[in-house]
């Protein structure tokens, strides 16, 4: 949490230009973190948040799918912030993990590789 500045300067064939300064204030954010991400087998899937107080929500939900938007993994009412996903004898490729977690929707990528 905190208050950061973002400063860009653009280059183009005329030169550079000026420059652009943006305020963002950040109050908190998750993030989904996987251990380990290529997996082959088993991967650990954990809620991370700046804000240690917002991970004692007790129950999320989970999805995963595969790159043609089928769902190939889905559960419930899980609790705590971490979870273990077997992707044994799942298919090489990107899956798009998606936890809904305290009425927000937190989105990660996880790599299976056989």
Known sequence: MGYYQV??????????GSY????VEVYGSKSLSFSANPTSGETTITIESTNENELLV???D???????????????RLKGSITVINTSGWQEGIYVVLALYNNEII????IVKQ
Not at 7 to 16: D, E, I, K, L, S
Not at 64 to 75: A, C, D, P, S, W
Not at 107 to 110: I, N, S, V, Y
């Open 58 to 60: 007790s129950e999320w």
């Open 20 to 23: 652009a300064v943006l305020g």
């Open 62 to 76: 989970l999805e995963i799918y595969t790159q043609t938007q089928m769902l190939k993994e889905n559960k419930t």
């Open 7 to 16: 400063v860009a300067q653009a280059h183009n064939t005329c030169g550079w």
């Open 107 to 110: 989105t990660g990528k996880l």
